[in-house]
């Protein structure tokens, strides 16, 4: 269950980017819960992304990534060797929120996320999917922990599962 708090943040973000999210994952078979919870998260609710950046996802620097306008140096938590440090990393800056949340669903299309979209039944199996395939440093039930309070918000709220 998630407090009253969580649930006002979350309806705040869902008005304010869950179209974009719901354009950008319709027929990817991708839950809207899981991406709107992950965007939140990776962006703590579009307040901590790399400033000018639009990069909801927490996307590293690839500039093979469709919308990609440069990069932006930013401090970071990542796990190395199963502990916390602080660095330095390059994120993708977007030329807009669109183009940053198409990108984040152009990461999840990628195949080794294959098994989250298609065979997720749902949307916290496929964020523990994802996280096992790799697209966070912190372990995959640690990532969906996370989210979980998240997810349960966005569904309550939204109505929402995978859009066709």
Excluded: C, W
């Amino acid at each position: 269950m998630y407090s009253p708090f969580l649930y006002n943040r979350v309806k705040a973000f869902v008005d304010k980017y869950g179209l974009g999210i719901a354009n950008s994952i319709r027929g990817t078979n991708l839950f809207f819960s899981a991406v709107m919870a992950q965007s939140a998260l990776e962006s703590g609710y579009g307040d901590k992304i790399p400033e000018g950046s639009n990069n909801f996802g927490g996307i590293k620097y690839t500039p093979s990534l469709s919308g990609v306008v440069g990069y932006v140096l930013a401090d970071t938590t990542e796990v190395v060797k199963g502990k916390k440090v602080r660095v330095k990393e390059k994120f993708a800056k977007f030329k807009d929120v669109e183009s940053g949340f198409k990108a984040h669903v152009q990461v999840l299309m990628n195949s080794r996320y294959a098994d989250a979209r298609n065979k997720a039944k749902t949307p916290e199996q496929q964020i523990l999917m994802i996280g096992e395939a790799g697209y966070s440093t912190l372990k995959p039930q640690e990532y969906l922990n996370k989210m979980k309070g998240i997810i349960e918000a966005v569904r309550d709220y939204s109505q929402l599962g995978r859009i066709k």
